[in-house]
């Protein structure tokens, strides 16, 4: 189970959206901390800072309980599974959003691939107050 969350929040990297940006497609090297505007902002400073191991604003990115659950998550690894997920984060290039599906005012769903893969994951987002946080993969 730890295995699989970890894989899945290494893929919450693939996700993000930045002003400067008019496409789907956002390569690593546009990856930016832009905020937590809109469910793309949320999910791009979250993979941002995934990206550069800065665990205060990766759980900054997330909701409440998503929180508690990567917080426990970091808590059961060792620093040597630690150093294998920062790597392992710092290899993805990009990624694609490929649908953004509303379900509610302060609920999105955003499908997505890692590039250069067939790989196609779901993550959801929350509006808390004035800021949309991630609460993590959406199963199907």
Do not use: H
């Amino acid at each position: 189970m730890k295995t699989t969350f970890i894989v899945l929040l290494s893929g919450l990297l693939l996700c993000g959206c930045s002003k400067k940006q008019a496409t789907n497609d956002y390569p690593k090297d546009s990856w930016a901390f832009v905020g937590y505007a809109r469910p793309d902002s949320a999910l791009e400073s979250w993979t941002w800072a995934l990206s550069r191991d800065d665990t205060k604003v990766m759980l900054q990115s997330l909701t409440p309980e998503a929180q508690k659950a990567y917080e426990k998550l970091l808590a059961g690894q060792t620093d040597a599974q630690r150093a294998e997920a920062a790597k392992a984060a710092a290899r993805i290039p990009g990624y694609t959003i490929q649908k953004r599906e509303v379900i509610a005012d302060d609920d999105v769903i955003i499908t997505m691939s890692i590039t250069g893969t067939s790989e196609v994951m779901k993550m959801e987002f929350k509006k808390i107050g004035n800021d949309w946080k991630l609460v993590g993969p959406k199963s199907s």
